[in-house]
């Protein structure tokens, strides 16, 4: 089984597998699903893991990326889409530091503007059974609300086997350089009523040319930015006004067990809905960067905490669509699934909207999006590197390093100091603590339990920003 993304790929990327922390199957089922390296012929999802520790720890479970999958019949404004898909190969370990991740601004408005986002008026959908089901009424209500995005992006070269290694990789084949084709599908959401579309970082990702369809109606969008860390990215439709966007909940509200509804373009097919509940909350996962051909490690880890886990259906092309509860307002963006097959097995997940909110609203006010920020570098510590160093407990994140005027600093966290708790959960490794501190807000006071040589110490740590 592998965790993917659920957006469809037109070009297969080519990422080197490594450590990934369990998957959520593995969290919630305590089984270990086995690795799925081979391309299927439909696009798989992305899928994530539950637990902070690396998911290529254990070899028999794997987080795959999946880049968009390439329509193979172009279709008009309002009919699906049919094509193939392929996906990645295992991502690498997840990252150890916290540090700032990159954000691509383009055509911005001013960071002094504010813009709201989501729907000016509230309200709760009301189904009468005689006239309509509950199922009815939402996607009545939200369907308007959520966008099919086609992305196209250039050409790339093929390689020229034994030139490459002289020369350099496409040495030789210039000649398809700079084609624009179409490279990926997936979904978006309105959120503000002159065009902002919020969806996930990889389904954009590379793109040169994003075309939006909304209600049956194409547009041309631009990519305002993207936050890597977070796999959230905000485009903006060009010529647009009077959309209709969508209510938008606090998901901070949401109980396990509770209906909800994931909106999308599956396999490109637009207009889609699914309904299920809400199978659990608080399922996080960390990928790190993918990697080219030589093993070079390209972008940022991508930090999912606090996700949703719900048995509504997510297939490839649903990355960036909706999950809406039951009064048709915007509870998270669909993003990861955990399937044997690469497609929709009962195990998705989704992005929490106060997270993916606050992360757009950032993008679209030209800022820098922030995280809680620790300040500490960190390796994972196991039973072997404990007997190697002689370290006094056999689990934990080794500190191999503080930043200075940190929270970390401030608070006494020293080189060597080997946490083992953070605000009351267990830390056995640096994707533990990486996750933790990604739930917190910066300015949060939380209690860190460490060990110093064989002493047991707990201090208060004041969260900084990543900024």
């Not at 669909?334 to 399937?339: G, K, Q, V, Y």
């Not at 009351?424 to 490794?429: L, N, P």
Request: some cysteine.
């Amino acid at each position: 089984m592998e965790n993917q993304y659920p957006h469809q790929p037109g070009a297969q990327l080519d990422p080197n597998s490594g450590a990934q922390a369990p998957s959520a199957y593995e969290a919630a089922y305590g089984t270990t699903p086995q690795p799925q390296h081979s391309a299927p012929a439909g696009t798989p999802p992305y899928q994530p893991t539950v637990e902070a520790t690396p998911q290529h720890a254990n070899p028999s479970s794997q987080v795959a990326y999946q880049a968009p999958a390439a329509a193979v019949a172009k279709k008009g404004a309002s009919g699906g889409k049919t094509f193939l898909v392929a996906f990645l190969g295992a991502l690498l370990a997840c990252a150890l530091a916290f540090g700032v991740f990159g954000v691509v601004q383009m055509n911005q408005p001013s960071s002094s503007s504010s813009v709201s986002l989501g729907a000016a008026e509230s309200g709760s959908v009301e189904a009468v059974e005689t006239e309509a089901s509950l199922a009815e009424a939402v996607a009545d209500k939200c369907l308007p609300s959520v966008a099919s995005i086609t992305v196209y992006s250039k050409a790339q070269s093929q390689g020229n086997g034994f030139y490459d290694l002289l020369y350099g990789y496409g040495y030789g084949n210039q000649g398809d350089q700079g084609t624009e084709a179409e490279s990926g599908l997936g979904s978006g959401v309105v959120i503000s009523e002159d065009g902002f579309v919020i969806t996930n970082n990889h389904v954009v990702a590379d793109g040169t040319r994003f075309e939006v369809v909304i209600e049956g109606k194409t547009y041309e969008a631009d990519l305002v930015g993207q936050d890597e860390s977070s796999d959230i990215a905000v485009i903006k439709v060009k010529d647009a006004s009077g959309l209709k966007a969508i209510q938008i909940a606090d998901s901070d509200n949401i109980k396990i067990g509770e209906w909800v509804m994931s909106i999308g373009s599956p396999f490109g097919l637009e207009q889609s809905v699914a309904t299920g509940i809400v199978s659990a909350t608080s399922r996080s996962q960390i990928v790190d960067a993918s990697t080219d051909m030589y093993g070079m490690s390209s972008g940022a880890p991508t930090i999912y905490p606090n996700m949703i886990q719900t048995d509504a259906a997510i297939n490839p092309g649903n990355s960036g669509g909706a999950l809406v509860d039951a009064n048709g307002q915007l509870i998270g963006i669909n993003t990861l699934i955990t399937s044997y097959s690469g497609n929709y097995s009962g195990v998705g997940f989704a992005i929490p909207s106060n997270y993916a909110i606050k992360i757009a609203q950032e993008i679209i006010e030209g800022k820098e999006p922030t995280h809680a920020f620790l300040g500490v570098n960190l390796t994972t510590v196991d039973p072997t590197t404990a007997q190697r160093y002689g370290f006094p407990v056999s689990e934990g994140a080794y500190v191999s390093s503080v930043t200075p005027d940190s929270g970390a600093a401030k608070a006494g966290i020293e080189q060597g100091d080997i946490i083992t708790e953070f605000d009351g959960v267990k830390i056995t490794s640096a994707s533990d603590l990486t996750l933790q501190v990604r739930t917190k807000n910066e300015g949060d006071t939380v209690p860190v339990v460490l060990n110093r040589d064989g002493e047991v110490k707990t201090v208060d740590v004041t969260l900084g920003s990543s900024k």
